[in-house]
């Protein structure tokens, strides 16, 4: 977007938050008065009333609408969900089944996505100015391959669709530092190790470094404290690397790799230091800030991404999903912690299911939506938590995304809402439900014993150990040195204290299950550095794609259990209950 570009959006977000109600009136009338006789809400509606609407549609999950969209991916052709015409399908990063869900994409879909993008670039063009101008983003993207469905349909990730775009492709040269064919790389460490050779190559021309989530943006700077050595020797000869064989790879490089040694020099003296401190600031010194998505599951990496680029802001500008586009941050400058997300009410039309607020700061999910009124946009109570339920012109007739939101305040009529936690992702081995949200705050809580002592805790998730009674949970962390400290120096005391610790910082529940021995003393597996690069490796193996990877907060699957049990290099228990 044009510098003169982003008043305009800024211009249009006023209008939209301020006419938010009857914003949201319009998109359902137009959405109900164009799909009220597909097969789906056939039998629900005969006319557009939003009234009816609430009463007669009920409530759905991915699993109701599922015979649906078989029916669209096997070639029927009939309006099954939609009126208009589907021309793809977007893959979730979450499943059904063991099976990437599948959400139907259409042309208006597409056209609301080109519009989200650009205004969510107003309120940083206006923060930091426009970084297209003679400027470039080293931003860390990869794609997963298109699948081909029985109908003929492609279904892509977002972030691919984006990547396959004619416009993208056309900008690609021009803004970013990577070529296309690192984006497509079938193998992920190739097209990080591309990536990066490019970034710092351009080093002195970006103003922008990022990705999808912080996640992915760890990875690349660990990546780079194991390979700066060699991505220097290329940079001083002009070549890359025999190991990366990709014919597109080599060619893109040719373009680009001249040989020049002061410059591998200067990046090798900033490598070559006792403290990664601020590394990400001197090794692309223009970089203005670090823009990735640092929200949800995603903010427990915050903290050790703002050791690498002390003083650069983080910047999660946007909400949104496969499922549905919602939200953006308009104070781009604010601590990932405070991140708010004013809804756009053009883009979907919003529910909210509410969620009770417990005295201890834990939430209750209800148990029957039947019973719950549903709330609008507008009427969203500060303070308030509620689970998302949205509408879309996708055909996604309310659907529940999953998400817990807290509503934090109102941005003209339109609310705004930190995002709490993914529904359902919990600890519980008996009648104890430990959320997302609970099992942070304690893990937040234990790991501030490790910072004095020059610790940082880089991952961690979690499990419930049912194989002896009782069961316990079962806490995986990943801890790092700074300035040259070895995991080896810290005092096994410490960590069980920071076992204590946690336990002291859950729920009410859980401490009296644990006073009644139904809940056996919590652990703490302390894993060997890399262990969750494995398990980020293993997923990108089973075909997820890198820049949409999120590390689950509690482990399901029994292969990437064995993968960090087979890495555990400590044990510690609490030693005794916390009530």
């Not at 009136?25 to 789906?40: K, P, W, Y």
């Not at 670039?121 to 970084?131: A, G, L, N, R, Y």
Request: hydrophobic share 35%; aromatic share 10%.
């Amino acid at each position: 977007m044009a510098t003169n570009g982003y008043e305009s959006g800024l211009k249009m977000i006023e209008e939209l938050t301020t006419n938010a109600e009857q914003i949201q009136d319009e998109v359902l009338r137009e959405i109900l008065s164009r799909n009220a006789g597909t097969e789906c809400l056939r039998g629900f509606l005969s006319q557009t009333d939003k009234q009816l609407f609430k009463k007669n549609v009920p409530i759905v999950t991915y699993e109701d609408l599922r015979p649906y969209i078989d029916k669209i991916v096997n070639g029927e052709t009939s309006d099954i969900l939609l009126a208009e015409p589907i021309t793809g399908f977007f893959l979730s990063s979450g499943t059904s089944g063991g099976q990437p869900k599948l959400m139907p994409v259409t042309a208006q879909v597409a056209k609301k996505w080109e519009l989200f993008r650009c205004l969510s670039e107003s309120p940083v063009i206006k923060h930091f100015h426009d970084i297209n101008q003679a400027s470039k983003r080293m931003e860390l993207m990869f794609a997963r391959p298109e699948i081909e469905t029985p109908s003929g349909l492609k279904a892509a990730s977002v972030s691919t669709s984006k990547y396959n775009g004619s416009k993208f492709r056309t900008l690609l040269p021009k803004l970013y530092t990577s070529p296309i064919e690192t984006i497509f790389c079938p193998n992920p460490n190739h097209g990080l190790y591309c990536q990066l050779l490019f970034g710092l190559i351009q080093r002195d021309e970006v103003v922008k470094v990022g990705s999808l989530f912080a996640s992915t943006v760890l990875r690349g700077i660990k990546f780079l404290e194991n390979h700066w050595q060699e991505l220097c020797y290329d940079i001083k000869t002009g070549r890359l690397s025999d190991w990366i064989t990709d014919s597109g790879f080599r060619n893109s490089a040719s373009l680009i790799m001249k040989p020049n040694p002061e410059q591998a020099d200067l990046i090798e003296n900033i490598c070559n230091c006792k403290s990664w401190e601020r590394i990400i600031r001197k090794l692309w010194p223009e970089a203005r800030y670090i823009c990735c998505i640092c929200t949800g599951i995603i903010r427990q990496y915050t903290t050790e991404l703002e050791f690498y680029c002390r003083g650069l802001p983080l910047v999660s500008a946007v909400y949104a999903c496969s499922e549905a586009i919602c939200g953006i941050n308009l104070e781009p400058l604010c601590k990932p912690s405070d991140v708010s997300y004013t809804f756009l009410p053009d883009m979907a039309y919003f529910e909210f299911l509410p969620v009770k607020n417990e005295p201890d700061g834990s939430i209750e999910m209800k148990s029957n939506d039947e019973d719950t009124e549903l709330v609008d946009l507008v009427n969203v109570k500060a303070g308030q938590c509620y689970e998302l339920v949205v509408t879309t012109c996708a055909g996604l007739y309310r659907y529940k995304v999953g998400d817990v939101l807290m509503v934090s305040g109102f941005y003209n009529n339109a609310p705004q809402f930190q995002f709490v936690e993914r529904k359902n992702v919990i600890l519980s081995v008996d009648q104890e439900k430990t959320s997302e949200t609970d099992l942070f705050k304690a893990v937040t809580e234990a790991k501030a014993l490790l910072d004095p002592l020059g610790f940082i805790l880089t991952e961690y998730t979690s499990y419930v150990d049912t194989s002896s009674a009782p069961g316990h949970y079962v806490l995986f962390w990943e801890i790092k040195g700074k300035e040259g400290k070895h995991c080896k120096e810290l005092d096994p005391k410490i960590m069980v204290e920071c076992c204590s610790r946690m336990e002291e910082s859950l729920h009410y529940t859980y401490k009296i299950y644990r006073k009644r021995n139904i809940v056996g003393a919590l652990e703490i597996r302390v894993v060997k550095q890399g262990s969750f690069e494995a398990l980020i490796d293993y997923c990108v193996s089973k075909g997820t794609s890198l820049s949409q990877y999120k590390k689950p907060s509690c482990i399901k699957s029994e292969e990437a259990l064995k993968i960090l049990d087979s890495r555990v290099i400590g044990k510690y228990f609490s030693p005794k209950s916390p009530l």
